[in-house]
């Protein structure tokens, strides 16, 4: 072999390896953290399966080192759910042929922050996004799950707008809007936030006493929203009186309209039924707070058209005030595409050459 032929052999060598290296990109999407559910609504006796779009996962408790794993939940012998599978010694068992999952067969990562269950296929963070004030014993906790008939694109859409609350809700329009944006240099995430006030109206007020002067409330109520792309947002109200409620929201997308809300509430509102307390917090007593969640997946299920191609070219035509930074979420999700199957494909294609270091797999 001339010196030809074994640069020529060598070069295509190299072009092989470097196609295989660059045939497949792990989309950003199977690097964020995915909240699974609230520990509390998890049984760790049994398996506990989810979806990311297309993608059907599993996860099971090793009690004896107190960690969990999450796998593709169709069993690699013959395609079954796992759904029914038993836990034993900290192993998957499936319960048709008795093929068993360890630690070695997870796929991907699966940790519990803030008392929730998350999974990443390999996450950029070494910890998902955090609810302000968790830890603050000052501040009560209430968690809510929702199933919302709509996008994510619409669900973070629907939340940062300001506008929202003077048609839907107020009749009073916001002033002192502020936009922030900025680009998280660690882990490239985009990150949107938008602060603005409206008067705090007695009318707002869900309960009238004749005794209470409610004009000395007639002040601003301050609110902040900040979005995290593409599966966190969260809100704080700042009452007049300064007390203050955290809304904290993490989307998982269930299907292409389907959306699931993990909610924590977080306030610091003085609970005590006072006079002087009861205008400030009814706002943020329990009761409220799931009537004020119900009322977001109730506009969004049925006001909301489907995630169509039509709808693309339709919408933005008509624009308000204070929207601007609503492009700005637009834009992000100029880069987001569904977990369909073919990605979902791809996805393990990528996982099984990773572990298994294949250079045959075409992806």
């Known amino acids: 072999m001339n010196i030809f032929n074994a640069y020529m052999m060598n070069s295509i060598f190299l072009l092989h390896l470097i196609g295989n290296a660059i ?3 792990l989309p950003q999407i199977f690097k964020e953290w995915h909240c699974i559910n609230f520990v509390k609504n998890i049984d760790t006796s049994k398996p506990y399966p989810f979806q990311i779009g297309e993608l059907p996962l599993i996860s099971w408790y090793d009690n004896k080192y107190n960690k969990t794993y999450t796998t593709v939940n169709i069993c690699s012998h013959m395609g079954a759910k796992l759904d029914n599978s ?4 900290g192993c998957l068992v499936c319960p048709y042929h008795g093929i068993q999952y360890t630690e070695d067969k ?6 519990t922050y803030q008392d ?3 999974w990443s296929y390999e996450p950029n963070m070494s910890n998902p996004p955090a609810t302000p004030f968790y830890n603050n014993k000052d501040y009560t906790t209430t968690n809510i799950c929702l199933d919302v008939d709509a996008n994510i694109m619409d669900c973070a859409l629907n939340i940062m707008d300001v506008n929202h609350k003077q048609y839907f809700n107020m009749l009073i329009p916001p002033n002192k809007i502020k936009k922030f944006k900025y680009l998280n240099k660690n882990n490239n ?5 938008i602060s603005f006030r409206q008067k705090a109206l007695a009318n707002n007020v869900k309960e009238y006493d004749d005794d209470i002067d409610y004009n000395k409330y007639n002040d601003y109520n301050k609110y902040y929203n900040m979005y995290k792309f593409p599966y966190n947002i969260w809100t704080r109200t700042r009452l007049a009186n300064k007390q203050q409620s955290i809304m904290n929201i993490d989307f998982r997308q269930i299907g292409v309209d389907k959306t699931r809300w993990f909610i924590t509430m977080k306030n610091n509102c003085d609970t005590r ?3 002087d307390t009861r205008v400030a917090n009814n706002i943020f007593v329990k009761p409220f707070m799931y009537y004020y969640a119900n009322q977001y997946k109730e506009l969004l299920s049925n006001n909301q058209a489907l995630h169509t191609d039509l709808k693309k070219l339709v919408i933005r035509q008509e624009v308000l005030a204070n929207e601007n930074h609503l492009d700005d979420i637009y834009n992000m999700f100029e880069k987001y595409r569904y977990p369909d199957n073919n990605m979902v494909c791809n996805l393990y294609k990528y996982h099984k050459k990773k572990i298994n270091n294949y250079d045959n797999i075409e992806l």
């Open 116 to 118: 929730k269950l998350w």
């Open 106 to 111: 997870a796929f991907g990562e699966t940790i």
């Open 189 to 193: 995430k985009e990150v949107l936030g």
């Open 23 to 25: 045939s497949f990109t």
């Open 273 to 275: 039924d006072t006079r």
């Open 86 to 89: 038993k836990i034993t010694n």
